[in-house]
């Protein structure tokens, strides 16, 4: 059964600072990862999708990063922004029904 | 497109009451999802469904019922609530179960309080 983990659950940085994100996966044999952020009280907005036969996803200030071999994602995050506070959510999709995985969030503030 | 709807925002029920959260989506996606997230604890697939009239437990599935009937609509049925199904229930849907139209799309949730 996959397992997601994401560490550090909670975060606090001053403005401008990069920073990354964590999510670790114990079977490799991904499909895809997908990033979500969560605002409160709010529905999980799409962030990123990445593929398994993909290494990395650019948006904007985000970067994500997958190694299967490793167990590993990144979310990178440059020049953080107090508008960038919310909770980062990972989840992976493996095994026969290809049904995602979440992992429990890392909840990020951002403090001018 | 308004995307993934859900109705109501928030309810508050009895203990043995039942209600029907309703879901719709208007990106003409395949599938369809159910999950509960509960402080802390990320999301939890209850119901799945990859299809009109073809539906599929998910982790957590005890308590409740689903029916999808038409490409657009996914309700979900709890039947005599409980206080342990206290949660915030999120609607998703995505094109298909594999590949970059795996994405998931996300519904605003229905806060549910069972007293």
């Keep these: ?112 | 497109n308004a995307g993934v709807t859900q109705t109501p925002k928030f309810r508050i029920l009895k203990i043995g009451q039942s209600m029907t959260l309703q879901c719709t989506q208007d990106m003409n996606h395949n599938y369809m999802y159910w999950y509960r997230q509960d402080p802390g604890m990320g999301l939890k697939l209850i119901y799945y469904s990859v299809g009109a009239g073809i539906t599929d437990k998910g982790e957590v599935p005890n308590g409740y019922n689903v029916s999808r009937s038409t490409t657009e609509d996914f309700p979900l049925r709890l039947e005599l609530a409980a206080p342990s199904q206290t949660s915030v229930y999120f609607c998703a849907s995505s094109y298909s179960l594999a590949g970059a139209k795996n994405e998931q799309f996300f519904g605003p949730g229905t806060r549910l309080t069972v007293l």
């Design chain 1, 1 to 112: 059964k996959q397992e997601v983990t994401q560490i550090p659950a909670a975060l606090s940085v001053p403005e401008g600072e990069n920073l990354v994100l964590n999510c670790s996966f114990t079977d490799s044999a991904i499909y895809n990862l997908q990033w979500f952020r969560q605002d409160p009280g709010k529905g999980l907005t799409s962030l990123l999708l990445i593929q398994s036969s993909q290494r990395e996803q650019t948006s904007g200030r985000l970067n994500a990063s997958l190694d299967k071999s490793s167990g590993r994602s990144t979310l990178y995050i440059a020049a953080s922004q107090p508008g960038d506070s919310a909770t980062y959510l990972c989840a992976v999709s493996s095994g026969g029904s290809y049904i995602p995985t979440f992992g429990r969030g890392t909840s990020l503030i951002v403090h001018p």
